[in-house]
């Protein structure tokens, strides 16, 4: 393997790696907010608010902080986070 592969190897992992981290903390607060609903939907308000608190967090990270802060700019190289790729 050539000294200039080796960067563009270590970027693709690092983009495979990235994407599906965030899925993963993506899908876990789609979960979360399902497995909320069906608790305050069946009686258990505390718990389902927590669910739906924990699942909000997740979707938080996941989609706006790893996906759009993190992934996107990446992805598109423009490297701003504001969405003016100028």
């Known amino acids: 393997m ?3 592969a080796a960067p ?7 983009l495979l790696g990235l994407t599906l981290g965030t899925g993963l903390v993506s899908s876990t607060g789609i ?3 399902d497995l909320g609903l069906t608790a305050v939907t069946g009686g258990e308000l505390k718990l389902g ?3 739906l608190g924990m699942g909000l ?3 938080y990270i996941g ?3 790893l996906g759009y802060e993190t992934l996107r700019p990446r ?3 423009d490297g701003s986070s504001n969405g003016d790729a100028a």
Do not use: C, M, N
């Open 75 to 77: 992805l598109f190289g």
């Open 8 to 14: 563009e190897i270590i970027e693709a992992v690092e």
């Open 57 to 59: 967090v997740a979707l």
């Open 49 to 51: 608010a927590w669910f």
């Open 31 to 33: 979960y979360l907010e």
């Open 2 to 4: 050539s000294k200039l």
């Open 63 to 65: 989609v706006y902080l």
